[in-house]
C-alpha cells in the first residue's frame, strides 16, 4: 500500500513540475520599447552613396514564447512623416506624392506571420510577414537575430529582449516607382530594425 501511495505521489508531483514548465514557457506579450528602437534605411543615390535615413516614430508589440521559439502575431506601426534624412527639403519631398505620400497614407504597417528559427543557431531565424505601404500589402522576410534576454539591469527592471533585423525590398513592387527608370534613386531599399521588446 506504501509503495503504491509513493507511486501516485510521485506521478502527481512530475504532473506538477510539467504543468509548471508549460507555464514558465508559455507565449507572453512583449511592448516595444520605443526608447529603443530604430529603423534605418539606405538606398542608392545615383550610384554615389547609399543614402541614409530613418523613421523617428513608430510603436509596436507581439506575441512569442522565447522558449520554443514560437510567434503567433507581431506589429509595428511607423508614421510615415516622421522620416528623416537631414535634409528638410529632401525629407518633405520624401514624404510627398513621388514617394510616401504621407498625408494619404500616414501609417506604415508590418505585420509578422511567423518566425522560424535557424536548425544551426536557435538565436538566428526568418522572420515572415505582410508590408503595407501606399496601400499595398506584400510578403516580406527578414533575417532575424536574438540577441541578449534577461531581466533589465535598471529602470522597468523587466525581463527584456533585444531583436536585431534586416531585410532588402524593392519600392517599386508597392507602387513607388521615382527615379527608378533613369537611375537617380535606387529601387532597393535596406531596412535594418533594432530593438528591445519589454515582457509584459
Not at 40 to 58: D, K, N, P, S
Request: hydrophobic content about 40%; overall charge negative.
Amino acid at each position: 500500500m506504501q509503495t503504491l501511495k509513493n507511486f501516485f505521489i510521485g506521478s502527481l508531483t512530475l504532473a506538477a513540475l510539467k504543468c509548471a514548465g508549460t507555464v514558465s514557457a508559455e507565449v507572453a506579450d512583449w511592448e516595444i520599447d520605443d526608447e529603443h528602437l530604430s529603423i534605418v534605411f539606405a538606398v542608392e543615390h545615383i550610384g554615389y552613396q547609399r543614402q541614409m535615413g530613418m523613421f523617428l516614430e513608430a510603436s509596436g508589440s507581439f506575441r512569442y514564447d522565447p522558449d520554443s521559439r514560437e510567434l503567433v502575431s507581431g506589429r509595428i506601426e511607423i508614421e510615415a512623416d516622421s522620416i528623416f534624412s537631414n535634409h528638410r527639403a529632401r525629407d518633405n519631398h520624401l514624404r510627398g506624392g513621388d514617394f510616401l505620400d504621407a498625408r494619404r497614407h500616414p501609417t506604415i504597417v508590418f505585420e509578422a506571420t511567423g518566425f522560424s528559427a535557424s536548425s544551426a543557431d536557435p538565436d538566428q531565424g526568418v522572420l515572415v510577414g505582410n508590408l503595407t505601404l501606399l496601400g499595398q500589402t506584400h510578403r516580406v522576410e527578414l533575417a532575424v537575430t536574438l540577441n541578449k534576454r534577461a531581466e533589465y539591469p535598471f529602470g522597468h527592471g523587466r525581463e527584456t529582449l533585444g531583436i536585431s533585423a534586416r531585410t532588402t525590398l524593392l519600392r517599386s513592387q508597392w507602387g513607388m516607382d521615382y527615379g527608378v527608370a533613369d537611375g537617380l534613386v535606387g529601387d532597393e531599399v535596406v531596412l535594418q530594425f533594432e530593438l528591445e521588446g519589454i515582457r509584459q
